[in-house]
């Protein structure tokens, strides 16, 4: 038996989803594009041309989450499978889209560029507990038009991993689609062996913005997967309650759900979000307020009931700095996300309410997902019931360190966590150059960028990738950055 949360009564559960099935069909989603809104009356979904909101039956929206896969595979860059994102397995990835990273060097908050990228990617191809990445933060060095598409490539340019991405722009997953094809034998290829996820967000309450319907729409079409998140501010645009956002909250991803299948029946879609509290006082949104983690672990045993993956944006800090708040809100974070069974966690990395991204609190954050999955691992009798032989060795040795019992069972039970947890005493620590956590971050962050061994994108791949965003360059009057070497 896994360790396991769950905050719903299974009766709640249904009766959360019932409610917000009769919100799509009775209220139904608005849909802010023209062109998108047609599409979905194409697809035989009711619509009223005078307000553009579209209503969703309940047997088309029951049918959808039927027709959508319980699991699926992520493949690397070069085509082999990866990990399996089903059942319980958790997976912790950084968040994205921050606007700007923390300097590691000097400790102050700026502008990041593609080598600032470049750098993230090689070190989060090392790291052992962080599964894949994301399309982290924005570098400036490009013009914004293709941004989400140039993140993409660095990615893939500097990684082996799968990568969660997503398009900024009505037209940005077509290019984003033939970059991932030219990775594979052709586009059906692609979505037979994807690489990667794209987020899709809809704009709460209710809402399906232009560029994000387009997005969907595309997205299944060339068969990516997605994550439907919904950006949820409770008490603000989201009743305050747990119950009244989980309606609200199910009621948007399944309209994303929806249309997916409706589009290409067994597109992969992960039921995410990133609930956030509104400060009544301060007029933010906290993503790690205590009330927005309840609102987590709910939508992930609706996800589950429905059998279907999940993704939440967990495992992060709203704080400044590589405080003590960010740990605090990191770690407890991360463990409800595990304890939850999300299959994708977006989080580790960031700071500043996914405002900025910090490679040093990236490589504190994999230590703390490697003791998360230490304490997934199932509780099971192992030669240790009965007890009695154990602490009859145990009296007359007075230790069990040399036990036969603790030499087979030590090296699985009892983790040694790497440098960035310490657990040396005083003395060790001085003996060991007395080293703060920047020092030891920054240490290992060294090692990985020296031992970066990901081989470079076939050069004709690499090539064509580029001449994708030569126009966008040409007529911004500006050259595409070279990588670092």
């Known amino acids: 038996m896994r360790p396991k949360l ?9 009766r959360v989803l019932d409610e917000a099935f009769s919100v799509l069909e009775s209220t139904g989603i608005l849909i802010e594009s023209e062109d998108g809104f047609d599409r979905l009356r194409q697809l035989g979904l009711p619509g009223d041309q005078a307000t553009r909101r579209v209503t969703f039956p309940r047997a088309t929206v029951e049918h959808a989450v039927e027709t959508a896969p319980s699991g699926f595979t992520l493949f690397d860059r070069s085509g082999q499978p990866f990990t399996e994102l089903a059942g319980d397995r958790v997976h912790f990835v950084p968040a994205s889209s921050a606007l700007r990273i923390l300097d590691r060097s000097s400790g102050v908050v700026r502008d990041a560029d593609s080598a600032d990228f470049v750098e993230y990617a090689r070190v989060a191809n090392r790291l052992t507990h962080i599964a894949y990445l994301s399309t982290a933060f924005i570098p400036k060095d490009v013009p914004s038009d293709i941004a989400d598409g140039w993140r993409l490539y660095l990615a893939m340019a500097s990684s082996e991993k799968p990568i969660v991405s997503g398009a900024f722009t009505a037209d940005g997953v077509p290019r984003m689609g033939e970059m991932m094809s030219l990775l594979r034998r052709d586009r059906d290829d692609l979505a037979a062996r994807p690489c990667s996820i794209f987020t899709c967000c809809p704009s709460t309450p209710l809402r399906w913005a232009e560029d994000a319907i387009r997005n969907l729409l595309d997205c299944a079409e060339w068969g990516i997967p997605v994550e439907v998140v919904p950006v949820m501010l409770l008490g603000m645009i989201s009743p ?16 994303g759900l929806t249309v997916t299948q409706l589009v290409r029946p067994g597109t992969p879609v992960l039921f995410g979000g990133a609930p956030a509290s509104f400060h009544m006082q301060l007029m933010t949104n906290p993503m790690t307020a205590v009330e927005a983690l309840q609102v987590y672990c709910g939508y992930a045993q609706i996800a589950k009931h429905l059998q279907l993956p999940c993704q939440a944006y967990m495992g992060l800090s709203d704080a400044k700095f590589n405080d003590p708040q960010a740990g605090a809100e990191t770690g407890v974070g991360m463990f409800l996300a595990a304890l939850a069974g999300f299959n994708s966690v977006s989080g580790p990395g960031m700071l500043d309410y996914v405002n900025c991204f910090s490679l040093e609190k990236l490589v504190f954050d994999d230590e703390l997902a490697a003791h998360a999955h230490h304490y997934m691992r199932p509780v099971e009798i192992k030669d240790d ?8 060795e145990l009296l007359r040795e007075n230790h069990l360190l040399t036990a036969e019992h ?27 150059g007395s080293k703060d956590h ?11 960028l020296t031992d970066h061994d990901v081989e470079p994108l076939d050069p004709a791949i690499d090539a064509e990738i580029r001449r994708l965003f030569s126009s966008t360059c040409e007529e911004s009057d500006v050259s595409l950055p070279e990588l670092p070497g």
Request: hydrophobic share 40%; charged share 25%; net charge negative.
């Open 6 to 14: 769950e905050i719903l009564e299974t009766s709640l559960v249904e």
């Open 406 to 432: 603790t030499l087979e069972h030590w090296p699985e039970e009892l983790y040694l966590p790497g440098p960035m947890i310490d657990r040396t005493n005083w003395d060790q620590w001085e003996l060991q």
């Open 385 to 392: 019931l009965p007890t009695r032989p154990l602490l009859d």
């Open 240 to 255: 305050a309650t747990t119950v009244g956002a989980l309606v609200l909250h199910s009621a948007e991803v399944l309209s």
């Open 438 to 448: 920047r020092q030891r971050a920054n240490e290992l962050i060294d090692e990985a």
